[in-house]
């Protein structure tokens, strides 16, 4: 576990103030563990579940250590630099999110 979640009073597009999250500090570990993971051969395969630009130097060498890097986003909104930069690519549908949560919902 990395990272902080801080809250920050931004502007909404009405004019009234709202406390909007944000993580800090997590990309930075997830690449320190992409590398370190990838130096030590302790990985085979990296699944990456961020559309975080920041993530390409990571991933890159992870490559160039011999471990496969797969990027896992969403369809509405990938990040194509991200998709150049790894092997594989799984975008996931909105309607699939939908379907998964309408089987969930009856379990």
Known sequence: ????????????????????FREKGVDVKMAVDMVSL???KIVKEIILCSSDS????AIKEAKDRGVSCVYLGFEVNPNKGISYTTDR???????????????NQLL
């Open 38 to 40: 990838s130096c030590d």
């Open 89 to 103: 690519t799984i975008l996931i549908r909105n309607s699939e999110v939908l379907e998964f949560e309408k089987i």
């Open 1 to 20: 576990m990395s990272g902080r979640v801080r809250g920050q009073m931004e502007e909404s597009q009405s004019g009234k103030s709202v406390l909007i």
């Open 54 to 57: 920041d993530l390409q130097p």
